[in-house]
C-alpha cells in the first residue's frame, strides 16, 4: 500500500500539521508514504525517517491569464511526474485546488483520489474554486470531510462516497489527567487564534467587559497574532480593559498556558474545525464556544463537556462566562469530561481512520 499526500507546503499551519502527524503515524505502522508539496522549502515540521518530502517546484505568482495557464500546465507536469516516480496507490488531496490538479496529473494512471474539505465551504467558497467544487469533486474517488455541516455543501454523489474524519489531537506536553485542575491559575481566561474579523475577539472583549463588572478579579489572556491587533488594542483601551485584558501574541509553549486556566473560549465566527477548541478540551479547560458553523457542536454536548452559546451574541457570552465563574462545581465537571476527547480525538485514532477509508478506497 501506497500513500500520498498533496498540499501546498509544509509550512506551519493546521492543514500541514495535520498532513505530517498522518504520515507519520502511517510511517510508523510500515505503510511506503510520501507527500508531494507544490513549493521548494523544507518541512516546518519533523517528518520521520521514512517518509519521502517531494518538493515539486516554487510556484510563481501568476499576473495574468497567460501566467495561470503556463503555471498550472508546469504544476500538472510536475504532479503527474512524481506520481509516475512514486506510483502510489492512492493520494490525499488537501483542498480542492489539489484535487483539480490531481484529477488533471493523474489521467490513464492507475491511482484512486481522495479529496479532503479543510475550510468551511458556506463562507470560503467564492469564484472560480466555487464552480470548480462543484464540477471536480464528483470526479474523485472518495472524500473526506472535518464535519457533518461541511459534507452538506457537496453534491449527493460526493457525500455518499465520502467520510467524515476530525482532526486529531496533535500536541506533545499535555498535562497528565490527575495535574488538570491542580495546576489552573486562579479567575484566570484564555483565548487562542489569528486576530481577525473571523475568530470574534472583538465581540469576546465586550462580553468580557460585561462579565468583569461583576467578576473584577478575572483576566483574560489571548494568544495569536494578526491584522486586527490594533482595533483589538483601541477596543481593550476605550472599555477601560488594559490590566485586565492581554493580547499576549504568538508563543510557542501555548498548550502549557491553556492548561493553566480554568476557562478557554472560542468565539469565532465560523470554523472549518477548531483547532484550538480540540486543543483547549484537551488541555482540561471548561470550555465555552460559539455554536458556529461548523465544529464546535460535534464536539461539545451542551453542560457536559463546554457550553455553546450563539454567535456574536455578546450577552449570552458574558452569561457563560458568569455561570461557569459562578458554579465551581459545573466548572470543574466540564474541564473533568473535556479531556474525553484525547481517547475519542488522539492522533492515533484519527490515523486509523484515516488509513482505514483510504485503503477501503485504494481497493474498491
Request: some cysteine; proline content about 3%; hydrophobic content about 40%.
Amino acid at each position: 500500500m501506497k500513500i500520498m499526500y498533496f498540499y501546498a507546503s509544509l509550512r506551519a499551519g493546521g492543514a500541514e500539521r495535520m498532513i505530517s502527524a498522518l504520515a507519520n503515524y502511517n510511517a510508523k505502522q510500515g505503510v511506503d508514504v510520501s507527500i508531494a508539496v507544490i513549493d521548494n522549502l523544507p518541512s516546518f515540521y519533523s517528518l520521520h525517517q521514512n517518509v519521502k518530502l517531494l518538493n515539486l517546484w516554487k510556484l510563481q505568482n501568476s499576473q495574468n491569464t497567460r501566467q495561470v495557464i503556463k503555471n498550472t500546465v508546469r504544476l500538472v507536469t510536475l504532479t503527474r511526474r512524481a506520481f509516475k516516480e512514486v506510483r502510489p496507490n492512492c493520494v490525499v488531496c488537501f483542498g480542492i485546488n489539489y484535487l483539480v490538479y490531481a484529477l488533471m496529473a493523474k489521467m490513464f494512471l492507475n491511482i484512486k483520489l481522495i479529496g479532503s474539505e479543510r475550510s468551511n465551504p458556506k463562507y470560503s467558497d467564492n469564484g472560480f474554486w466555487h464552480k470548480m467544487k462543484k464540477i471536480a469533486s464528483p470526479f474523485a474517488d472518495g472524500f473526506i470531510f472535518q464535519t457533518n455541516g461541511a459534507k452538506k455543501y457537496y453534491p449527493k454523489i460526493v457525500q455518499k462516497k465520502s467520510a467524515v474524519i476530525p482532526n486529531g489531537i496533535i500536541v506533545d506536553n499535555l498535562p497528565a489527567d490527575s495535574a488538570l485542575l491542580s495546576k489552573c491559575i486562579p479567575n484566570s481566561i484564555c483565548a487562542v487564534g489569528n486576530l481577525s474579523y473571523v475568530k470574534g475577539f472583538d465581540m469576546l472583549i465586550r462580553a468580557f467587559a460585561v462579565f468583569s463588572e461583576v467578576n473584577s478579579s478575572y483576566r483574560l489572556t489571548i494568544y495569536g497574532e494578526g491584522t486586527e491587533r490594533a482595533k483589538l488594542e483601541e477596543l481593550i483601551s476605550k472599555l477601560g480593559l488594559n490590566d485586565k485584558v492581554i493580547l499576549a501574541g504568538r508563543i510557542s509553549n501555548v498548550t502549557e498556558e491553556i492548561s493553566r486556566r480554568e476557562i478557554f473560549i472560542l468565539s469565532s465566527r465560523f470554523e472549518g474545525m477548531p483547532n484550538a477548541l480540540i486543543e483547549g478540551l484537551a488541555c482540561g479547560c471548561a470550555c465555552i464556544s460559539t455554536n458556529c458553523d461548523f465544529g464546535p457542536n460535534e464536539l461539545i454536548i451542551n453542560e457536559e463537556n463546554g457550553l455553546l452559546v450563539p454567535v456574536d451574541d455578546i450577552n449570552a457570552m458574558a452569561a457563560a462566562m458568569q455561570k461557569l465563574a459562578s458554579n465551581p462545581g459545573l466548572r470543574k465537571k466540564i474541564a473533568r469530561n473535556a479531556v474525553n476527547i484525547r481517547n475519542t480525538h488522539s492522533i492515533e485514532r484519527i490515523a486509523d481512520k484515516y488509513l482505514a477509508y483510504i485503503t477501503r478506497i485504494a481497493h474498491s
